[in-house]
């Protein structure tokens, strides 16, 4: 072979090798990119036969498990004769959640499914201390409905008659179990109360247990089948397509799924939407930092600080009625009108002078007191979180002559805090492993095939020019050349 076609090979070598290492660096990714795409579009799909649609009719991704803390009154009477309110923490209390949707039915173009969906509780014996008895221990706490009462009264929602017949039935505070507190009781006050169309139900209770599988009315959800980016997103909610609690047509809408994913290919600093039904409402979060969950690369969610201002700050929030501190949420309008007020526990980022006329409250700990979402990004699935919310009630003095038996001349006006809950799911090993196996395999195998181009266009690259470089040094004129300069 002539030295000319012995350089025209080695030269054609060199560029493939180059060539093979553009495509490895710049096409081998996007054709990951598009075969991602193409296998999400396939499976993010609520249609039977999917594991996400089982995943979807009942999660169980991991243990789920709602976990109160109740707040007890430590000096009822003092407090009814103008003290301030000592408060001490009761629990927490273990429930192990489930969730189950049954009766699907689907539109003709398989791009929404209806449903309804059974959520129901059940106390957790084995995490919850030996020494706690839901059943057996008590708690004072303020009285939800005559705090209610109290409210229509100065609001002139009902007469001082209703509302002197109504107190003379109940007391400031009220003492329960925690069963009866978290899963509903009645007494003559709620009966009075009811008869009277000053409250819609006939007990009360800071939770509604579902286990009865008749309380949601039918909702529906897109199945992502004409777009996988809106897989899940609600179309119907409780019967509802717009909520009508608030106070303008964007703050009814139903934007956001219920949080079990969200779309494929998140990226940090992204925004999405959420509907929170113990909210009765939509709200974005942000996901700006990262986390990992057994070497599961996530995304973590937050609410974020506006979504939480009063409305003199965040004028958009006027719409959910935020005319209190911000730290609140106001959720007065979808619970029948009692003073109720959602915050962060232990009021974390709440205007510190909601505390004025508090004590005994444990200072807030962003770690424990913040709500979080951990998103897997390739998906949008999610593999942990952690919702962490506290209700509070609004109670205010008002006239002598009105309340005088009952002391709520006297009472301070406060934000007292009922209980605070935090929601868990984790996604276990079993999970996490089928995950790695279905999505990380793949793409490790992609990786290694790209890489290992890379490493072989290099290597015959780095030949190619050993090569050349000897041949150039071995060439008679470069000899020559050599011969003159010793």
Avoid at 38 to 64: A, S
Avoid at 67 to 90: P, Q, R, S
Avoid at 161 to 172: C, I, K, R, Y
Avoid at 394 to 410: C, G, N, T, W
Wanted: hydrophobic letters at 40%.
């Amino acid at each position: 072979m002539g030295s000319r076609c012995r350089w025209t090979v080695l030269i054609t070598a060199f560029f493939l090798a180059i060539a093979i290492v553009v495509v490895a660096v710049v096409a081998v990714p996007i054709l990951k990119t598009l075969l991602l795409k193409k296998k999400l579009k396939d499976d993010l799909v609520l249609e039977k036969g999917q594991t996400i649609y089982d995943q979807w009719m009942r999660p169980d991704v991991g243990p789920m498990y709602k976990v109160f803390t109740l707040y007890n009154v430590k000096n009822a009477d003092d407090a009814k004769d103008g003290a301030k309110i000592d408060l001490e923490e009761v629990g927490p209390y273990y429930y192990r959640e489930t969730r189950q949707k049954f009766s699907p039915n689907y539109t003709e173009d398989e791009t929404v499914v209806r449903y309804k969906q059974n959520k129901y509780y059940v106390f957790d014996r084995n995490h919850t201390a030996a020494h706690l008895d839901p059943n057996v221990d008590k708690v004072t706490t303020l009285n939800a409905v005559l705090a209610t009462v109290v409210k229509m009264y100065l609001n002139k929602n009902i007469s001082e008659t209703q509302a002197f017949e109504a107190a003379l039935l109940g007391d400031v505070f009220v003492t329960h179990t925690v069963t009866e507190l978290l899963w509903g009781y009645t007494d003559n006050l709620i009966k009075a109360a009811h008869s009277r169309n000053l409250y819609q139900r006939t007990n009360f209770s800071l939770q509604i247990n579902n286990s009865a599988g008749d309380y949601m009315q039918w909702s529906a959800v897109k199945t992502g089948k004409q777009n996988s980016d809106e897989i899940g997103e609600f179309v119907e909610w409780d019967g509802k397509k717009q909520l009508g609690y608030w106070n303008s047509t964007y703050a009814n809408m139903l934007n956001g799924t219920e949080g079990f994913f969200f779309r494929a290919g998140l990226k940090q600093g992204d925004n999405v939407s959420v509907f929170i039904d113990d909210l009765f409402r939509s709200a974005n979060v942000t996901c700006n930092e990262t986390t990992e969950l057994e070497s599961i690369r996530l995304l973590r969610c937050i609410l974020p600080e506006y979504e939480l201002q009063n409305a003199t700050i965040n004028p958009l929030n006027a719409q959910w009625y935020a005319n209190s501190y911000s730290g609140f949420l106001n959720e007065s309008s979808p619970n029948f009108g009692a003073p109720l007020f959602i915050s962060k526990p232990h009021f974390l980022d709440v205007d510190p002078a909601v505390k004025t006329n508090l004590t005994g409250l444990h200072p807030p700990n962003r770690d424990l007191d913040d709500t979080t979402l951990d998103v897997e990004p390739i998906t949008g699935a999610l593999f942990r979180t952690r919702k962490r919310l506290q209700a509070n009630i609004q109670i205010r003095s008002v006239p002598e002559k009105l309340f005088k038996p009952f002391a709520l001349s006297k009472v301070k006006d406060a934000f007292v805090p009922i209980f605070y809950v935090e929601e868990t799911v984790t996604a276990n090993t079993t999970t996490c492993n089928a995950f790695k196996k279905q999505v990380y395999a793949p793409l490790d195998i992609v990786d290694g095939v790209q890489w290992g181009l890379v490493a072989f266009g290099g290597l015959v690259a780095l030949v190619c020019f050993i090569v050349g470089t000897k041949m150039i040094y071995k060439s008679p004129t470069n000899k020559k050349e050599i011969g003159r300069a010793v």
